[in-house]
C-alpha cells in the first residue's frame, strides 16, 4: 500500500517555490535534474496545491513555472507507472493517485473493470490532479522551457498564458508511441492546429522550438544562455501592467472563451477514450503499447528501442538523434 502522504512529502524536495514579493512574482522549478524532471504522483499532487496556494495569494501576480538543470520535463516518472502498470502487481490500484490511503474505508475497482482505468484518467481531467491546474489559475502564468518539454511537461506548457522557450529545446509527447493520445488532445488542436498537430500526433516525433514557433504555440524563442532575462523580461512586464483584479477579469473572459471551445469537454473526453485502453488491440506481436507486456521487457530497452527505429531528426532522445 502507498502512503500517500510519505509520497507528497518526498515530493516536496523535488518541487522549489519561491516569492519575489516586491514584484509580486512566484517561482516553482521542478528540481529533479537527475531524473529529467519527471514527476512523480505525488509530485503532481504537490504542484497542484502550489498552484492553488497561488492562486489565492495576494502577494503573487504572475507565476513562472521551470526546470533545474538542463530540461524542463520529461513528463512522469516511468519507473513508478512501470510498477503501477506492471501484470505482476494483480493488486494494483491507484488510490495514491486520487490523495487517498485508507483502504480499508476505500476499495479500489478491481483489474478488468472499466473504472479501474477510467476513474483515473476522467481524475486527470480536473485541476487537483495536477494535469490542468493551470487552466483554472487565475494570475498570470508562465513557463520556461528548454531541453526536453515532453509528456507531462507539454500539458504545462500548453496550458500556460505565455512560453518562453531556448532555442534548443524540443517538445512532444512520448505517449503518442505507446498509447496513441493524452489527455489533453482537444486543447493541443486548438494550441496548434490541426494539420501540424496531426504530423505530431500520427508519427510520434518531437517538435523543435522553431517548428512550434511557426505554429504560434511559443511567445519568444531565445538562446540557452538568454532564457532567464528573457523570462524575466516578461515576467516584470506582466508584473506591472494591469492590477491583478484586472487579471482576475481576463483571465475569466480567457477560461469562458476556452470553456466555449471546449477545453474541458475535450479533456474529459480524452479521459473516457483513455479508460478503453485495455481494449485497443495491436496489429503485431512486436507492436509497443502501454497495458501490455511492455513493461515485462525492461521498460528502459523498450523506449530505446522504439526510438532508434525512427530516423535520427526525429527521435526524443538527445543521444539517439545523435547515433545513425
Wanted: with cysteine; glycine share 8%.
Amino acid at each position: 500500500m502507498v502512503d500517500t502522504n510519505e509520497l507528497k512529502r518526498e515530493a516536496r524536495q523535488y518541487l522549489r517555490y519561491e516569492k519575489d514579493k516586491e514584484n509580486r512574482i512566484a517561482y516553482l522549478t521542478f528540481d529533479r535534474p537527475d531524473a529529467f524532471n519527471a514527476v512523480t504522483a505525488g509530485m503532481r499532487l504537490v504542484y497542484a496545491e502550489l498552484i492553488h496556494q497561488a492562486n489565492i495569494d495576494d502577494d503573487v501576480k504572475v507565476l513562472v513555472i521551470r526546470g533545474a538543470g538542463a530540461h524542463f520535463g520529461t513528463g512522469g516518472d516511468l519507473p513508478e507507472q512501470a510498477e503501477m502498470f506492471s501484470e505482476d502487481n494483480p493488486d494494483a490500484n491507484f488510490l495514491h493517485e486520487f490523495d487517498l490511503d485508507e483502504p480499508e474505508n476505500v476499495r479500489y475497482p478491481p483489474k478488468g473493470s472499466f473504472r479501474f482505468l477510467h476513474g483515473l484518467t476522467d481524475y486527470y481531467s480536473k485541476a487537483r490532479a495536477g494535469c490542468r491546474p493551470l487552466q483554472e489559475f487565475k494570475k498570470i502564468s508562465i513557463v520556461e522551457v528548454k531541453g526536453y518539454c515532453y509528456g507531462w511537461h507539454f500539458y504545462q506548457a500548453a496550458d500556460a498564458d505565455l512560453l518562453v522557450s531556448s532555442d534548443e529545446a524540443l517538445f512532444g509527447h512520448p505517449s503518442f508511441r505507446y498509447a496513441g493520445w493524452g489527455p489533453r488532445l482537444w486543447t493541443w488542436v486548438e494550441t496548434i492546429g490541426l494539420r501540424k498537430f496531426s504530423e505530431m500526433l500520427f508519427t510520434g516525433r518531437p517538435f523543435t522550438a522553431q517548428e512550434m514557433d511557426k505554429t504560434n504555440f511559443v511567445n519568444s524563442i531565445v538562446p540557452l544562455d538568454q532564457l532567464d532575462a528573457e523570462t524575466r523580461k516578461y515576467a516584470l512586464a506582466c508584473s506591472r501592467s494591469r492590477p491583478t483584479d484586472v487579471v482576475a477579469v481576463q483571465k475569466t473572459f480567457l477560461e469562458i472563451y476556452k470553456q466555449y471551445r471546449g477545453e474541458y469537454m475535450g479533456s474529459m473526453l480524452t479521459g473516457f477514450v483513455e479508460g478503453m485502453l485495455p481494449m485497443m488491440k495491436n496489429d503485431r506481436a512486436a507492436d509497443v503499447q502501454i497495458g501490455g507486456d511492455v513493461f515485462g521487457k525492461g521498460l528502459n530497452n523498450v523506449v530505446k528501442d522504439l526510438d532508434m527505429e525512427y530516423p535520427p531528426e526525429w527521435r526524443l532522445s538527445r543521444g539517439n538523434r545523435r547515433k545513425p
